[in-house]
């Protein structure tokens, strides 16, 4: 199976009016994000799928066969038998902050080529970058406190190992996710389910079973029938651990009142000699309630964190487009635009280049130009990808990625990173693109509208 | 590449500590969902996953060797090479309506085994019926006018074909995305999208571009600039297609107050002879913003729809779990059950079924029983899907599938279709079984809680 028919029905209809007319000029496309879901930025990820999708885009014959009944024309699906993507992409590499309206990818291609990418492009990235941004945040919220991602069985289907890769990226230290650590690599944990507790006669028997299966490395959940007589349970089971010499790692909150609960459970742990046992809370956590604790002063040394974070709730999919900005005609570039009654939706023409200015080695505003222009003292962020159909870039592996959105976020003033009511980022237009802009929509009213 | 890794890791430690318990009884687990993300209703969806899965369940060579590197137990890892799912499963289908705490798949096999499937079965299930759900509003907001899901771009990634298979199962006609066609056999359908129109020079020349190589399918998308003077120009091309003997099939309104502008559209095709000319409209629909449009008066034939259909927003997840109600041990059976503080925690001990009664041939009340209880006069939703880790029932083809759900929704009283503020269904819990929570929670509370 190909990922080529992973698209929209419209990009084939007018891959083939395209095709039909002879109008199949070079055509560059900009993805960009028209607003964040919560908090001022976006953190980019789901490049790589765009990368591996682009060198390997062919259509098969099964595809075309499948074609042939959705009654295309067949010297249409002829000639979609060589099919390659022959353009060149400049983007914004994964573990990066963004901004909306900026350009994170810029397509340049025949427009046939560059139409069909469409799809898939928004279908990866999209996702990727809205659930990398939201780990971040979580990640924030917890100040410093490790987050692991438990999401796989509240995961959208077959979204699982993207949004567990997105939560990496965007700093999870670790996941429940099984076949994340077997693909990804990524650091897995899990101990034990309410499940295990009640198949037992009683909850201490469970206690016992697990601590002497692992006993370096035994967590116990202790809320199966309330939390406090689970932990003192726990404790119990600890002391019987220390007299073999072995240590109780942790104990799992997963209901209730988790922020006095932690308070409770710490002081019984505590006073019963076992100040080393972590304190693990999970249970229809996010960012918010995250922060909350953390503010009330929760005992917690670790969060586990599944539907919201794997999820988006309650933003479950970024607002990214695909716009057509330029086209050239006969050797002459023609800015391209959308003019929308909604201000958002109206697009930015021509080919445009986003950069950086940093003070004190922070980051201090962007600024999207047009492509002949250069910013003194800013830093372009759009760098090759792929050069005529082929991929140019270095290929991160996973922790690198992360340690870049570590590294950027680090240099993101903490006001930008505040949960809510966070300070717009500055992302200014260059003199260039606001004259064109302003030309674009009187040519556009004159010409379409007939305002004039 | 196995499935038998996409699982949580806890289900790994735990399935350690049975076996080096020597604590493999036979067990039941009920799949049911806590509550409904809007309305009074589930639809079922995502059986068919399940089942594939539990056929095929094996531990590869490169899953044993991955999980060495996370340091099992070396003769655990021995006996995984041999695992099998060996047990019974009861399921009500796909394309269903159930309702909240209602056994939807009851799993009985040998603790080890029953407890690895949780996290596929979850993982499947819970997406699928919340997009089928979903779908079955925003058709029946739509009072018969076609609904064509449009959302591959938004959907979370490698989610969207089972997001498409949920979106048919619940009602929708057709879809976008070409893959679910080929490999689903879903109707496709599509035509340009806003690059197509300012790709060209003027607005009407893409029309015509586009009415020339589609004349017996064309629709024209005209909110590109300003969407009565792209109405004005559709209606020129539209002309032009009647003097070759064509008729215009449609327009598409894709921004704006889309009711509003519907019925200036339609005023305008109407004024210039084109009565036929379909009204297509998609945008950040809804099932909410699709009966506002109805009840106002909108003058649209089609819905197209995207990012709320195939990611359930604002609620992208279903509350959905897995829970251990029954363990034989010495060949007498003991249920078991979870207590909590929050009463929707509580789980029902058991082993179950799901009986509905009928009135006049609708849905009257449910009663969930015990095992042994026969409800005269109802009628059993569990059927047996999985014999000894076989499949013995009839796999149906998605139509009729979307059949059963036309059927079935037919037979639910129209109170219960409300989008908001639908009354709650009845659901009784039978005498045994509420005999039966009343003594576990008595039970639990004297033995794991001292209260008593």
């Known amino acids: 199976m190909t990922d080529a028919l992973r698209t929209d029905m419209y990009q084939l209809t007018m891959m083939q009016a395209y095709w039909h007319s002879g109008h199949n000029p070079e055509a560059t496309f900009d993805y960009f994000i028209r607003k964040t879901p919560a908090g001022s930025y976006l953190l ?28 295309f024309n067949s010297d249409f699906l002829n000639s979609l038998r060589d099919f390659r993507f022959t353009g060149d992409i400049l983007a914004i590499p994964e573990g990066n902050i963004v901004f909306p309206l900026e350009p994170i990818v810029r397509v340049t291609a025949p427009i046939i080529e560059a139409q069909l990418v469409e799809t898939y492009l928004l279908n990866r990235m999209n996702f990727s970058t809205l659930i990398a941004t939201k780990a971040s945040r979580t990640v924030y919220a917890a100040r410093g406190r490790a987050i692991s991602e438990f999401g ?58 697990y601590a002497d299966t692992f006993p370096k490395n035994c967590f116990l959940l202790i809320d199966t029938y309330d939390t406090v007589e689970g932990a003192k349970k726990a404790a119990v089971v600890g002391k019987e651990l220390e007299q073999k010499g072995e240590k109780l790692m942790g104990v799992r909150l997963d209901s209730g009142d988790l922020c006095g609960l932690s308070k409770q459970v710490r002081k ?42 794997v999820t988006g709730r309650p933003t479950p999919a970024l607002d990214g487009i695909y716009k057509l900005s330029d086209i050239v005609e006969n050797g002459v570039h023609v800015p391209k635009m959308k003019l929308s009654e909604e201000a958002l939706k109206t697009t930015l023409p021509g080919k445009k280049l986003v950069w950086r200015i ?26 090759p990808v792929v050069k005529h159909g082929r991929v140019v870039c270095d290929r991160l592996a996973l922790p690198e990625i992360r340690n870049r959105t570590h590294e950027n976020l680090s240099k993101l003033p903490d006001k930008y990173r505040k949960l809510d009511d966070a300070p717009v980022y500055p992302v ?25």
């Open 152 to 209: 796989l069985r509240r995961a959208q289907g077959n979204a699982h190992l993207e949004a567990t890769r997105a939560t990496f990226i965007g700093g999870c230290t670790s996941t429940s996710n099984v076949l994340a650590g077997k693909e990804l690599g990524i650091p897995i944990s899990g101990t034990m389910a309410h499940s295990f507790v009640t198949s037992f006669e009683h909850e201490i028997d469970s206690f016992r079973a």
């Open 44 to 71: 980019t990820a789901g490049l790589t799928y765009l990368l591996d999708y682009i060198e390997n885009l062919r259509f098969g014959e099964d595809d075309i066969e499948y074609l042939v009944t959705q009654g």
């Open 268 to 309: 019984l742990l505590d006073d019963a000699g076992l100040p080393y046992v972590k304190i693990v809370a999970s249970g229809d956590l996010n960012e918010w309630k995250i922060d909350e604790h953390m503010r009330n002063g929760a005992k917690i040394d670790f969060f586990g964190v599944g539907t919201e974070l």
């Open 358 to 383: 940093f003070e004190n080695g922070t980051f201090k505003k962007d600024i999207i130009s047009l492509d002949d222009e250069e910013i003194e003292g800013a830093e372009p962020l759009l760098e």
């Open 428 to 452: 200014e237009f260059s003199p260039g693109l606001k004259a064109l802009k302003k030309k674009m929509v009187e040519k556009i009213k004159h010409e379409e509208i007939g305002l004039y």
